[in-house]
T-cell receptor
């Protein structure tokens, strides 16, 4: 069974440029997460989707970050414009919750390492 | 207050010996879950083990076991018979309920070095 797929793996851009990351979750997983991981720290949630609905986007900086999961499967996270402080690893994870019940064990993709110059 | 605390920034262990990585947590949700993940230098977070707050037995998965002490709010990971490939960052995480459903919070991690 294929795991969580993310692309690109690495991205280098100049500040003020836009950037987009793509994630395809494990087949059948209805919940999708985007996390930000700074060097030497644990992941921090940016946004969580249950199917197409963003159920928790409280930590997403909405002035420059946006995300979508139009058909309840794959998702795109965008930053426009990027700032120097956005340099980090962006992780996507997915899980399966049935009626809001379950362990919510999350399986992660390899991440996208973003460098903003 | 920190929700998840991992007090050991780095740990060394001799190959083939056991090692314990510490984790304490804080929550008012009676139905929570605890996870451990491994993150090698390649960057991918690998799920290792899960413990539910109502589970009576400590969780085990191969060489990994979770020493769950509910009253102390402690969820230490024990790795038996360490291997060189166990060298990585290890993250403790807690799932609790919030207004949006579930939320999972990660600790700052412990870097484990396995010596030959």
């Amino acid at each position: 069974e294929a795991g969580v797929v993310q692309s690109p793996r690495y991205k280098i851009i100049e500040k003020k440029q836009p950037v987009a990351f793509w994630c395809n979750p494990i087949s059948g997983h209805n919940t999708l997460y985007w996390y930000l991981q700074n060097l030497g720290q644990g992941p921090e949630l940016l946004i969580r989707y249950e199917n197409e609905e963003a159920v928790d986007d409280s930590q997403l900086p909405k002035d420059r970050f946006s995300a979508e999961r139009l058909k309840g499967v794959d998702s795109t996270l965008k930053i426009q414009p990027a700032e120097l402080g956005d340099s980090a690893v962006y992780l996507c994870a997915s899980s399966f919750l049935a009626g809001g019940m379950g362990t919510d064990t999350q399986y992660f993709g390899p991440g996208t390492r973003l460098t903003v110059l | 207050a920190q929700k998840i605390t991992q007090t050991q920034p780095g740990m060394f262990v001799q190959e083939k010996e056991a090692v314990t990585l510490d984790c304490t947590y804080d929550t008012s949700d009676p139905s929570y879950g605890l996870f451990w993940y491994k993150q090698p230098s390649s960057g991918e977070m690998i799920f290792l083990i899960y413990q539910g707050s109502y589970d009576q037995q400590n969780a085990t998965e191969g060489r990994y076991s979770l020493n769950f002490q509910k009253a102390r709010k402690s969820a230490n990971l024990v790795i038996s018979a360490s291997q060189l490939g166990d060298s990585a960052m290890y993250f403790c995480a807690m799932r609790e309920r919030n207004t949006g459903g579930f939320k999972t919070i990660f600790g700052a991690g412990t870097r484990l070095f396995v010596k030959a």
